[in-house]
């Protein structure tokens, strides 16, 4: 056979959720509804599993640089402050989509979770559920928060 050799494949990766377009970042965060404390509800789920991963809030900065850089960034109420997921426990939410409920009050980031999502070293936030009557904890830390945070 002649010809040219076909070049090497490639892994399929995940589409970056990043809009160059300022005036296409600017469409969408104009139209979510921001509560009174200029916040918006983030539900955050895995992109390819439908995993839902943890739930935040955002505020319009942090939808913009979300939008802009493709790596998820929330607002920390407790902190009053931007929070870069996996700032300092690497565990990085990269954006694939970010939708905006039909009413403008809530936003789905459909993300690629690099690690796990919780706090606690878990997957998912949502570990707790009844079983048998009793509040359980239905999945375990796949890492020590300690080793995360370096605490």
């Known amino acids: 056979m002649t010809g040219t050799p076909a ?15 300022p005036a296409a970042r ?6 979510i509804r921001f509560d009174s404390h200029g916040l918006v509800t ?3 789920q895995q992109h390819d599993t439908g995993e839902v991963l943890m739930v935040a ?10 939008l802009t850089t493709g790596t998820v960034c929330y607002w920390s109420r407790s902190r009053a402050a931007l929070w870069r997921k996996g ?4 565990q ?22 690099t690690g796990v999502a919780c ?5 998912t936030c949502f ?6 009557g009793e509040l359980a904890t239905i999945a375990a830390p796949e890492v020590d928060p300690e080793v995360l945070y370096g605490r």
């Not at 706090?119 to 997957?123: A, L, Q, V």
């Open 7 to 21: 070049p090497p494949e490639t892994p399929p990766q995940a589409p970056t959720g990043a809009v160059a377009d």
């Open 26 to 31: 600017a469409l969408l965060l104009d139209a």
């Open 42 to 44: 983030c539900v955050a």
């Open 57 to 66: 809030w955002m505020n319009r900065a942090a939808v913009a640089e979300t």
């Open 87 to 90: 700032e300092s426990s690497g």
């Open 92 to 113: 990085v939410q990269r954006l694939v989509d970010l939708r905006l409920d039909c009413d403008g009050d809530t936003v789905l980031a459909l993300v690629d979770q």
């Open 119 to 123: 706090h606690t070293g878990r997957r």
């Open 127 to 132: 570990y707790r559920a009844l079983r048998d």
